[in-house]
């Protein structure tokens, strides 16, 4: 892209996860030229897809820390911002079980520490109350959380960044930034899509937040990766759990322990585990996590351990903390460089990330607003067009759909009834869904049981006809092809 | 503008218009349903025959041997010429006790209330999350099923250098597919000690091309970021867990799971049917109707053929039972219950009336067995209603054995020495 042409942006937000979308949709609230920068192939390809999508309270961070402070706030804005973006979410209420006496006072220190950041609706329950709570829950005694919830991640990123360009922000994927360079305090960001220019700089680049920050020579912070791994039941599986499950933390693990989680749909998310790896990359699962998963899962659900798994998927935290110290807690950096001023870093936004992230783009607005004149937008839209699925209609407005769009009437994903028209509208999104996955995380076709074995071939003509050939679909960008040519003319 | 549902009425609604459900049609239709309907949710008639583009169907039903898309197109061609009524492009999306469906086409949004309902759904492939293989998840693994519609029907090269993980037939198949297509096929690794899939496909498909079996190995790991650069293999003992120190990497950039198949049955289940773990199917009475009252089952979403006809034969015998059941009949009285003795997986159907003669049930056997015989015993009595000897039996084979004599008790069908 020219540079010249491009002209320079006064915000330029590096990553498209949560944290880094969540602030571009900030922004957008102001009279800006704004631009994100993702690496991949598409938004939340990295933290932000591999976690449990849970709405957390704010109790198991140290009160007076900025974890703490920017998952309370998180807490407050993050319901009313699902809502009004139309993203699947759901206040559930959790429980953190202590399975016999010995874990109470451990419960009473979550609680003490609750209340001192100011987390609403926390209480210790009994064993009755728990079985109230949560019939497949059991446990001696349990810390009760009232407002804690459960959101989709990745459709919670996407519905950010589509409100942020509904509102004049701009998005480039396959976007890294190679190079950085400072002339006269304007940031030239180099990519392989070409060069752009910006008085600001968020980097909030996630894993690869250190690399960022050494390439401009901002902080000297580095991200050491921890792996988490989860497996997910079938929908049928014969388990319903209402609110997440969560043992008592044990004290030398840098997660919060293996826990349940529900999702907006019905399954159950076992894990995770947390176990420092070499590589940022490093995503491969292992049968004796698996193993381990199942077996902790029985200890909070009885049988769970024998559920019927369709799915697997890993996640890494960013931590700031090295391995040889235990990884047990560093706070979240956010803050402008001392030595570049106009470049904030975003770095070690672990969980709680996903709840304080409209949190954080407060506060990085606040950054902003410091040196740079923010006047809001008059015709700033907070919402996004109502996204109707399927799967969720009655008979009527079915019929009605149908009949006015034949493409609501082909059914593409069997096990997730999911319709042409809602993989279309995925293809035809803002940012343009280029690989299965992408098409997969904003419709569900391949989430299901068959796990994309119908769906796939024909998701694959479908691609064709909207333009883009075999030869080029991707599971999710990058050297992921699916195939290599025809076999014959 | 409010639209409602457009709403018909039909004899017997057949879902799945496969060589189970194309027959079970004509055989609705042969015993003197009036409107008989299949619906399909695929674009032609067919089901999976249609990716079978390799000879060996139809033998029983048509006596000669021909290719899938040949067998679904004689199969197709009666059914319309005997007044089939056909939806294609049509997905049934609810099933209700009462017979009620929810069909969703490019067409329309519509309700179909049906005098009786046959369920020919057929099945789906086991994936990698079932059986837990660790490793990477790049692109390249494909269930064997799903690469052979990429294949044979669209045309596209999913890989050059394939391994496969178990020795069923589509994956026994797909190795000399892709064999054909100059994919390099570096081995079928199947954890049983013996073969899943038929021996003829074992001599016709691996044997023929210096293609390995490796029995008593599985798939321990994938590794690759992007695609599969290769995967791990090791040995396993006894208990089916791998023995350490066996692993042995393979490169390749592409696997194939044909590591079992599953009876599709999420409408039976919306109906309220009574499902069995063993079949993963309807449990059925002798006349392959299910628990809910008017609804049928027979082919691959009662239980997993291993050839195509026997699928067929089911599908008549279920629609010419679903237009009875239209017309008014109702069948009465006591019923016995039928169990898998020593060595059967299952026996089917699992319970029969009290009375009817002539039944003929399927079964499995565990593991394979020699110079056997099948006894069909009465529980109580230890009276042998039949037997057969076989000099050999096999897992993958599905055998049929008919009793002649009514039966009046619970019954037990095992193998013994």
Redesign the interface.
């Known amino acids: 892209m020219d540079e010249a042409k491009d002209g320079v942006y006064d915000v330029a937000v590096i990553g498209g996860g949560v944290v880094g979308c969540a602030v571009l949709r900030e922004l957008s609230r102001y009279d800006l030229r704004l631009l994100l920068l993702e690496r991949q192939s598409d938004l939340a390809e990295g933290v932000s897809k591999g976690n449990s999508g849970v709405i957390h309270a704010g109790f198991n961070v140290p009160s007076g820390s900025l974890k703490a402070r920017a998952n309370v706030e998180g807490l407050g804005l993050m319901y009313p911002l699902a809502a009004a973006l139309g993203v699947p979410h759901r206040m559930t209420g959790k429980l953190v079980v202590a399975l016999s006496d010995e874990g109470r006072p451990r419960l009473e220190e979550l609680l003490a520490e609750g209340r001192r950041s100011g987390v609403p609706g926390l209480e210790i329950v009994d064993e009755a109350a728990i079985r109230r709570l949560e019939p497949l829950a059991r446990g001696r005694w349990a810390l009760y959380s009232a407002r804690t919830g459960i959101v989709s991640p990745y459709e919670l990123v996407f519905a950010l960044a589509e409100s942020a360009w509904r509102n004049g922000a701009e998005v480039a994927l396959e976007a890294p930034v190679e190079a950085v360079a400072v002339e006269g305090g304007t940031f030239r960001l180099a990519t392989p899509r070409g060069k752009f220019a910006a008085r600001r700089v968020v980097n909030s680049a996630g894993l690869f937040a250190d690399e960022v920050a050494r390439l401009a020579g901002s902080a000297d912070f580095r991200v050491y990766p921890y792996r988490g791994e989860y497996?997910?039941t079938d929908k049928?599986g014969g388990f319903r759990l209402g609110m997440p499950v969560y043992p008592v933390p044990p004290r030398d693990d840098p997660g919060l322990g293996i826990h349940l989680t529900p999702t907006m749909e019905g399954h159950i998310l076992l894990g995770p585990s947390a176990e420092p790896v070499a590589a940022k990359?490093d995503?491969?699962?292992?049968?004796e996590v698996?193993e381990r998963l199942k077996a902790e899962a029985g200890r909070l659900v009885p049988g769970l351990e024998r559920a019927?798994?369709?799915?697997?998927?890993?996640g890494l935290r960013p931590k700031l903390v090295p391995p040889a110290s235990g990884g047990l807690f560093a706070d979240f950096v956010v803050a402008e460089s001392g030595r570049l001023p106009g470049w904030i870093d975003l770095a070690g936004i672990e969980s709680p990330g996903l709840t304080a992230a409209p949190a954080i783009a407060r506060m990085v607005a606040d950054l902003i607003g410091t040196g740079m004149a923010l006047r809001p937008k008059t015709d700033f839209e907070p919402g996004l067009p109502e996204r109707r699925r399927?799967a969720d209609l009655g008979?009527?407005e079915?019929?009605?759909?149908?009949?006015a769009d034949?493409?609501?009437?082909?059914?593409v994903c069997?096990?997730e009834?999911v319709?042409r028209a809602e993989v279309a509208a995925a293809l035809r999104n803002p940012f343009g869904a280029r690989s299965l996955d992408a098409v997969k995380r904003r419709t569900r076709c391949g989430m299901g049981?068959?796990?994309?074995?119908?769906c796939?071939?024909r998701l694959?003509?479908i691609l064709e006809e909207e333009g883009l050939p075999?030869d080029r679909v991707?599971?999710?960008g990058?050297?992921?092809?699916?195939?290599?040519?025809?076999?014959?003319d | 503008m409010a639209e409602t549902p457009r709403t018909s009425d039909v004899d017997v609604a057949v879902i799945g218009g496969g060589p189970a459900g194309l027959a079970a049609a004509l055989g609705a239709k042969r015993a003197g349903a009036g409107r008989v309907l299949v619906l399909e949710r695929d674009r032609t008639l067919g089901g999976i025959l249609n990716q079978c583009v390799h000879d060996g169907f139809g033998l029983f039903l048509y006596k000669e041997t021909i290719s899938g898309p040949e067998y679904a197109e004689r199969l197709a061609e009666n059914a319309l010429r005997e007044g089939v009524a056909v939806e294609t492009g049509a997905m049934v999306l609810d099933l209700g006790p009462d017979r009620l469906l929810r069909v969703n086409a490019r067409g329309g949004y519509s309700l179909v209330r049906a005098g009786a309902v046959v369920l020919a759904m057929g099945c789906r492939e086991r994936t990698r999350d079932m059986i837990g293989i660790p490793g990477t998840r790049p692109a390249g693994i494909y269930t064997a099923g799903s690469a052979q519609r990429l294949v044979n029907l669209q045309n596209l090269r999913v890989g050059n250098e394939a391994v496969i993980l178990g020795s069923g037939d589509i994956g026994l198949i797909m190795a000399r597919r892709l064999t054909f297509e100059g994919v390099r096929v570096k081995g079928v690794f199947e954890i049983m000690p013996w073969a899943n899939g038929l021996e003829r496909n074992i001599r016709q498909c691996l044997m023929d091309f210096g293609i390995p079996l490796e029995l008593r190995t599985t798939v321990v790991e994938i590794r690759g970021r992007d695609r599969v650069e290769s995967v791990v293999t090791a040995e396993v003992d006894d208990r089916l867990a791998p023995v350490a120190g066996t692993e042995t990497v393979v490169p390749c950039d592409t696997l194939l799971l044909s590591v079992g198949l599953v009876p599709e049955n999420e409408l039976s289940k919306r109906a309220g049917v009574e499902l069995s773990p063993l079949t993963g199917g309807a449990v059925v009475d002798e006349t392959l109707m299910t628990s809910v009252p008017g609804v049928f089952s027979c082919g691959n979403v009662l239980h997993i053929h291993d050839v195509a006809d026997w699928a067929s034969f089911e599908g008549f015998a279920a629609g010419e039972r679903a237009a009875r059941y239209a017309a008014g009949e109702r069948p009465a009285g006591r019923t016995v219950r039928v169990s898998a003795g020593p060595e059967v997986r299952y026996a089917l159907p699992q319970t029969a009336r009290a009375g009817a003669a002539g039944v003929e049930w399927s079964f499995r056997a565990v593991r394979p067995l020699r110079d056997v015989r099948v006894e069909v015993r009465g529980r109580d009595s230890g009276r042998i209603y039949a037997r057969r000897k076989f000099g050999r039996i096999l897992p993958s084979e599905l055998q049929k054995i008919r009793v002649r004599a009514a039966v009046d008790e619970d019954l037990e069908v095992g193998l013994h020495d």
């Open positions: 497996l997910i049928d990359d995503l491969a699962s292992t049968r698996a019927p798994f369709i799915h697997a998927y890993t399927f008979d009527a079915r019929a009605r759909l149908v009949a034949a493409d609501w009437g082909e059914m069997r096990c009834h319709p049981r068959c796990q994309g074995g119908f796939t071939p694959v003509d075999p991707t599971k999710r990058g050297g992921s092809r699916l195939f290599y040519g025809r076999l014959k």
